[in-house]
Nanobody, 121 residues
């Protein structure tokens, strides 16, 4: 079992920045890759960014160049730096753990409670 706790969400103006954090606990030895997903109101949850155990990253096209995922393995923490935020980035952001095979990410099914990001015009 892995427990995930996200933090760092909030209200920001268009063009602003936020940094999300997600701390993992429990069976952290089993963690390979970590990821961020988001769910906007009325929409499905979508993969935003992934980072492998070796630091290889993948991003959704809509955030590439604006968001940066990173991790601190010693702290079992993954971060999402979000710059130049747009209203369409507003969503609940969820942390996730899984594994990567090639460029494909496979979730292990552990989710945090999510953190709300609101972007005002």
């Amino acid at each position: 079992q892995v427990q995930l706790v996200e933090s760092g969400g909030g209200l920001v103006q268009t063009g602003g920045s936020l940094r999300l954090s997600c701390a993992a606990s429990g069976s952290t030895f089993s963690i390979d890759s970590m990821a961020w997903y988001r769910r906007a109101p009325g929409k499905q949850r979508n993969l935003v960014a992934v980072i492998s155990s070796r630091g290889r990253t993948n991003y959704a096209g809509s955030v590439k160049g604006r968001f940066t995922i990173s991790r601190d393995n010693a702290k079992n923490t993954v971060y999402l730096q979000m710059n130049n935020l747009k209203p369409e980035d507003a969503a609940v952001y969820y942390c996730n753990v899984g594994a990567m095979s090639g460029s494909t990410y496979y979730s292990h099914g552990y989710w945090g409670q999510g953190t709300q990001v609101t972007v005002s015009l």
